[in-house]
């Protein structure tokens, strides 16, 4: 079974930034692609950003050029820089397979104020 464990969330002004983390544990036979999903309030959960094993990423439409995905393979992290951040970037965020494959975490809340 994999567990995620999301961090690094908060509240921050419109325009500031965050870094997310993610660490990824269990029984897993390679730390997979990867993706950042949000849930708004209201809202079905959305994909963000995914990224390869090798690191190829993808962003969805609205983050492009403000959000980066990262991973450390050896230690099973990822990581999504948030630059620009805007209030309809205030969601709980996610991470799982790129597929949502494994159990959810908890989240961490993002919250921006205008």
């Known amino acids: 079974q994999v567990q995620l464990v999301e961090s690094g969330g908060g509240l921050v002004q419109a325009g500031g930034s965050l870094r997310l983390s993610c660490a990824v544990s269990?029984?897993?036979?390679?730390?997979?692609?990867m993706a950042w999903y949000r849930q708004a309030p209201g809202k079905q959960r959305e994909l963000v950003a995914s990224?390869?094993?090798?690191?190829?990423?993808n962003y969805a439409d609205s983050v492009k050029g403000r959000f980066t995905i990262s991973r450390d393979n050896r230690k099973k992290t990822l990581y999504l820089q948030m630059n620009g951040l805007r209030p309809e970037d205030t969601a709980v965020y996610y991470c799982n397979h790129n597929t949502g494959l494994y159990t959810w975490g908890q989240g961490t809340q993002v919250t921006v104020s205008s």
């Open positions: 269990g029984n897993i036979f390679s730390f997979n692609a």
């Open positions: 990224i390869t094993i090798g690191g190829s990423t």
